[in-house]
């Protein structure tokens, strides 16, 4: 069996950022996917400010550092940084800007006042956008992107709208996983512009959930019991409409997890991007 590569995107990943269930399902099931012999991982997540580099042994990658990125009409330069998650061999890239990143406390989303940032899209607009076009300095074409809720949910359309022309990206395909179901989903069009994609929807803000589930190859909703993820999204009709008419399925998360859970639940994740 060949070797399946898969890019896994997530804004949280413990014990480097820690603020919903995210960060522990990043944590964990990179782990069980890093353990098959025939499955080569590699995460990726923004290097906030409060992450130590001393504690957890960040690296410089040469080929890696000042890498120029186009966003919203201007050139970001941006590095990365590279260590394992601990206690496992799980290679973590850090994408650096300090612009966007470094300020941002340990909510990451939000003031310690409470407040939302009100960039917060074009944070992580930039994150997407960043993610995938750093992929040709790696000089590795991951075969799935493993795209982890709101935060990646530009992937998948930049992925089909901007890069499967080119050669590099042609055969790569998505996965969009949905942790939350909250406002944070909702991206101004602004942030559109500054990728250059129309937004395929009127208004001011466009679900970007939406958009996501509808440009992904596979969309699986990780339904915490705790959070009530699918019923939740079974509250937003054009959401949950979008979900069903997609390749979409869902894996129950109790609220007591085992290593059985997380087992099972690589080996699903694995077959089904076997599958795409």
């Known amino acids: 069996m ?23 399902f990043s944590r964990k099931i990179t782990a069980k996917l890093h353990d098959k012999e ?28 000042d890498l120029p990125v186009m966003y919203d009409g201007k050139k970001h330069i941006i590095n990365l940084k590279s260590c394992f998650i601990p206690e496992t061999r799980v290679q973590v890239y850090f994408i650096e800007n300090n612009t966007l990143y470094k300020s941002l406390p340990e909510l990451i989303y939000k003031a310690r006042n409470g407040r939302v940032f009100s960039d917060i899209d074009f944070r992580f607009t930039f994150f997407a956008k960043a993610a995938v076009h750093t992929l040709t300095s790696m000089f590795w074409a991951p075969d799935v992107l493993v795209c ?61 959930h939406i958009r996501a589930i509808q440009d992904a190859d596979l969309v699986i909703a990780m339904n915490y019991e705790s959070k009530k993820v699918l019923e939740n999204m079974q509250k937003q009709k054009k959401l949950y409409e979008a979900f069903e008419e997609a390749d979409s399925r869902v894996i129950d998360v109790p609220k007591k997890t085992d290593r059985s859970f997380w087992k099972d639940t690589a080996n699903t994740i694995e077959s089904a991007c076997r599958e795409l």
């Open 2 to 24: 060949a070797p399946l590569k898969l890019y896994y995107l997530s804004a949280e990943v413990a014990p480097f950022s820690e603020t919903y269930e995210l960060s522990t």
């Open 38 to 65: 025939d499955v080569d991982i590699r995460v990726s997540q923004p290097k906030y400010g409060f992450v130590s580099e001393r504690k957890y042994i960040l690296r410089e990658v040469i080929r890696l550092k």
């Open 148 to 208: 982890n809720d709101w935060q990646t949910s530009f992937v998948p359309t930049l992925l089909k709208e901007q890069y499967q022309s080119d050669e590099f990206f042609a055969n790569m395909k998505s996965v969009y996983i949905i942790h939350s179901v909250n406002n944070y989903r909702k991206f101004s069009k602004n942030s559109y512009s500054a990728v250059n994609i129309e937004p395929s929807v009127k208004g001011k803000m466009v679900d970007n």
